[in-house]
T-cell receptor, first 113, second 114 residues
Framework: AAGVIQSPRHLIKEKRETATLKCYPI?????VYWYQQGPGQDPQFLIS???????DKGSIPDRFSAQQFSDYHSELNMSSLELGDSALYFC????????????FGPGTRLTVT | GDSVTQMEGPVTLSEEAFLTINCTYT??????LFWYVQYPGEGLQLLLK?????DKGSNKGFEATYRKETTSFHLEKGSVQVSDSAVYFC?????????????FGKGTLLTVNP
């Protein structure tokens, strides 16, 4: 079965650079969630989209922005990167506002040097 | 706000031992509860879920019961295997809002030795 696809899987950037992370949800899933997992930490919710509209916002820095496109894929744009942005970034998708299950991608590991 | 507290690890067991990982939650409404598992280098996988009080979620020999009176959702397995070594996250999702973001506990690292 098709799963959530994230690209790239690994990304190395320097401080003050920008990065773009991409998420391709499972076919027919129209809701996307972004989570950030720091080293040894639990995943923290950043932002979500339903039907291409932002549905909720969590602890996402102002330096980050995201959107969901007409084909339901989503991109997380990160500017003025800081060392503390180094983390694993997960995307999850669900069908509609499915309370019961979010399917997670493998994550993008971002390292800021 | 919502929060999840789970027992701190790491937990180290021998194969075939009994496993319990405690999880308690705080929520304003009636959340759904989940256990996710993260194998080394991989993403999060849903292990089991329970959507209302007294529900029991089960999968792959793991089970957890939604206890509203004690606000708990402890994970158990009767006989662990080496392949169960992973990080386990308890999580909740609040019902009734416009989205269903997950709130996670800190995670518990389980290591099972042969």
């Amino acid at each position: 079965a098709a799963g959530v696809i994230q690209s790239p899987r690994h990304l190395i950037k320097e401080k003050r650079e920008t990065a773009t992370l991409k998420c391709y949800p499972i076919p027919r899933h129209d809701t996307v969630y972004w989570y950030q997992q720091g080293p040894g930490q639990d995943p923290q919710f950043l932002i979500s989209f339903y039907e291409k509209m932002q549905s909720d916002k969590g602890s996402i820095p102002d330096r980050f922005s995201a959107q969901q496109f007409s084909d339901y894929h989503s991109e997380l744009n990160m500017s003025s990167l800081e060392l503390g942005d180094s983390a694993l970034y997960f995307c999850a998708s669900s069908r509609g506002l499915d309370l019961y299950e979010q399917y997670f991608g493998p994550g993008t590991r971002l390292t800021v040097t | 706000g919502d929060s999840v507290t789970q027992m701190e690890g790491p937990v180290t067991l021998s194969e075939e031992a009994f496993l319990t990982i405690n999880c308690t939650y705080t929520a304003t409404g009636y959340p759904s509860l989940f256990w996710y598992v993260q194998y080394p280098g991989e993403g999060l996988q849903l292990l089991l879920k329970a959507t209302k009080a007294d529900d029991k979620g089960s999968n792959k020999g793991f089970e957890a019961t939604y206890r509203k009176e004690t606000t708990s959702f402890h994970l158990e397995k009767g006989s662990v295997q080496v392949s169960d070594s992973a990080v386990y996250f308890c999580a909740l999702s609040e019902e009734g809002g416009s989205n269903y973001k997950l709130t996670f506990g800190k995670g518990t690292l389980l290591t099972v030795n042969p």
